[in-house]
């Protein structure tokens, strides 16, 4: 199983995890940057997962922070990218 398959179902089974949708997002954070871009990724997922990661990160000195200052929209459409980006990891890497 790969390293980035690993870490993005993690982020997945974070936002599953108890609490409000602004921790859910900042501990799936967590393991999303456990990715190396380069090493981790096929080139056609990079510039998707790097822009994902940055939208999280985006305007604030702390990922909660940041996404405490996000509405409620745009964190749920931020949740529904790292889906999203799960499946695409899930069909680069697939379990034998």
Known sequence: MSIAYEHARDAIAALTGEGTLV???ALSHTFLARISTDRDLPEVLRPRFDELVADIEYG???VAGAIALMNETDRRHLAD???ALFADVARAFPKD
């Open 23 to 25: 921790d859910r997002l």
């Open 81 to 83: 990218r790292v889906i």
């Open 60 to 62: 604030a000195d702390s």
